[in-house]
């Protein structure tokens, strides 16, 4: 088998050669539609994989001719070419590493959008990894990703979004930089304090990566904005609310919206973090239907934290949301990741879509925004 692939795979520039030199070599898709939309290699005919062996007969009638056959990173294409030679295609060859190698290597494409210099320099380690690529790379700079809180969980997770090109971030924090802020909100300084927090997060991302347009939104977020606020096209919400009344006003209108949120929270050495996507998992309501009666509320505002915590959970949010943006890997949807700073040990607890959830379930009772009183004022 080893000894067939290698015959079935020619690299980019053993691909390139080939299209220039042999007249008779033609260059197929094997992408989807959406992808193909995104950029193609100049002078490629789209076969998607799942009509393959319906369509190539239409497409290279002459079984002898060379069919180069490319995909993404070059997985679907190697199976297109093993289909092409059961179809009894004499010379079918998959380019390894795909488009996104080929884009790499700065050859030529119908993307209109390329990186300037100083981008591919910027986020030369990103395409060096197979699944994110320049093709990644440009997802994430067209990605919009709305942080609540520029907190403890907000600021370690906008720093790392920031940092890998996401081209647009949503900052919501009604709340100015306080001394008891800065041993573990590493966004703001000492020289920021009394500033509002979403202007101080503002200019500590922007220094770090002038390609993200940061749009502040100086409010908390109520029944009577939080449409408005969702509304303006977030892919990704990064939930870093530090109280009952947001989390479920940001849970029921992230369900009615149908945008992913990544949630975490931190208390002492404990924090969690899962992934609340619409009707694919569960959401908050799912698991926590109703907030607690404010008697039986625990006293959020004053609980203690290590300060390094935040940046565990905010750092795994940050994760999820760049892997949602991008479209890979396995999400936390599903399930609970626990970290237990003081035994440092992760573990992880499967959670489901309850069909009897008041907002997500099958027959909601619940289809208004609800706002809870503040438990924590107490
Ligand atoms: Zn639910």
């Not at 500590?204 to 002038?210: D, G, I, M, Y």
């Not at 940061?214 to 409010?219: A, F, H, R």
Request: aromatic share 6%.
């Amino acid at each position: 088998m080893a000894h067939v692939d290698q015959q079935l795979e020619i690299d980019a520039p053993g691909a390139r050669e080939l299209l220039d030199r042999d007249p008779n070599a033609i260059l197929v898709d094997v992408r989807g539609a959406d992808e193909w939309a995104g950029g193609y290699i100049p002078g490629a005919t789209l076969v998607p994989l799942r009509e393959l062996t319906e369509r190539i007969a239409d497409v290279v009638p002459d079984k002898t001719r060379p069919v180069v056959l490319y995909c993404a990173v070059g997985a679907r294409s190697l199976r297109a070419a093993h289909a092409l030679v059961e179809l009894g295609y004499e010379r079918p060859v998959s380019v390894a590493g795909g488009i996104v190698d080929w884009l790499n290597r700065g050859y030529p494409s119908t993307m209109e959008r390329t990186l300037e210099p100083a981008q591919r320099e910027r986020y030369s380690r990103h395409f060096l990894i197979p699944e994110v690529g320049e093709l990644g790379q440009l997802k994430l700079l067209d990605s919009s990703i709305l942080m609540i809180g520029a907190g403890g969980l907000g600021s370690p997770a906008a720093l790392y979004l920031a940092a890998a090109g996401v081209g647009r971030l949503g900052i919501v924090d009604d709340d100015v930089v306080d001394e008891s802020n800065l041993q573990r909100q590493v966004l703001h300084s000492t020289a920021r304090l009394g500033e509002p927090k979403a202007q101080s997060a503002k200019r500590t991302l922007e220094e770090l990566n002038p390609d993200v347009d940061v749009v502040t939104i100086q409010e908390r977020i109520t029944s009577e904005n939080v449409d408005a606020i969702l509304a303006e096209g977030w892919d990704v919400i990064v939930d870093g609310a530090d109280n009952f009344p947001t989390r479920y006003l940001l849970n029921d209108a992230a369900v009615w919206h149908d945008i992913p949120i990544v949630h975490g929270s931190i208390f002492r050495f404990e924090g969690q973090a899962t992934v609340f996507k619409p009707h694919e998992g569960p959401c908050y309501r799912c698991l926590f239907p109703q907030p607690p009666p404010p008697e039986l509320a625990p006293s959020c505002a004053e609980g203690g934290v290590l300060g390094v915590l935040p940046g565990v959970i905010g750092s795994l949010q940050a994760n999820e949301a760049l892997k949602l943006a991008l479209g890979i890997g396995d999400s936390l949807v599903g399930r609970l990741m626990l970290f237990d700073a003081l035994s440092a040990s992760f573990t992880e607890v499967a959670i489901r879509r309850d069909p009897d959830c008041p907002v997500c379930g099958d027959n909601p009772t619940i289809t208004e925004y609800i706002d809870y009183v503040e438990f924590c004022a107490a």
